[in-house]
Nanobody
Framework: QVQLVESGGGLVQPGESLRLSCGAS????????MSWYRQAPGKERELVAT???????NYADSVKGRFTISRDNAKNTVYLQMNSLKLEDTAVYYC????????WGQGTQVTVSS
């Protein structure tokens, strides 16, 4: 199993930016597609962005043009750069491997509030 630890969340105002990190330990994630998910209060967990080992990327329509997913296989880490944050981006953000689901980490809270 791979241990996933998310970090980088915080409280920001609309329009500001955050960069989330997902560190993996226990095994290399370099050969896996990796995704960021989020879960807002009272809602189902949703897929935000995915990056394949090849570097191919997909985003949810709600974050296209604002969020950027990237990975550093040498550091066994996946990132999510979030720009132009909106109130509706408020959620706990998680990472995982969509085709090799690992135990979920604790997530990192992102709160966008004016």
């Amino acid at each position: 199993q791979v241990q996933l630890v998310e970090s980088g969340g915080g409280l920001v105002q609309p329009g500001e930016s955050l960069r989330l990190s997902c560190g993996a330990s226990g095994s290399s994630i370099g050969v896996w597609a990796m995704s960021w998910y989020r879960q807002a209060p009272g809602k189902e967990r949703e897929l935000v962005a995915t990056i394949a080992p090849s570097g191919s990327i997909n985003y949810a329509d709600s974050v296209k043009g604002r969020f950027t997913i990237s990975r550093d296989n040498a550091k066994n880490t996946v990132y999510l750069q979030m720009n132009s944050l909106k109130l509706e981006d408020t959620a706990v953000y998680y990472c995982n491997a969509p085709l090799h689901i690992q135990p979920w980490g604790q997530g990192t809270q992102v709160t966008v509030s004016s």
